[in-house]
């Protein structure tokens, strides 16, 4: 699944990904790419407000830092 934040605001985007990511994670594991754009701020609010607060783990590609990619693997 892709999530592109462009034209939402910083609260609308930390939204839609929270809840993504908890409906999904409880069926089993899940992986979303998130487009932020050239972000850094948007990036930092993802991995402090949802990546850190639930256990999920993060990527963001050297190749396009414009980009994460936030997965959960149920064990």
């Not at 839609?16 to 899940?30: A, D, F, H």
Request: hydrophobic share 30%; charged share 20%; aromatic share 10%.
């Amino acid at each position: 699944m892709k999530i592109d934040l462009h034209g939402k605001t910083h609260s609308e985007g930390l939204e839609l990904i929270e809840e993504y990511m908890l409906l999904n994670s409880t069926k089993g594991s899940v992986s979303l790419t998130v487009i932020t754009g050239n972000s850094p701020v948007m990036q930092k609010k993802i991995i402090d407000q949802i990546c850190n607060k639930y256990g999920f783990s993060y990527y963001i590609p050297p190749y396009n830092p414009g980009e994460m990619i936030i997965q959960y693997e149920k064990l």
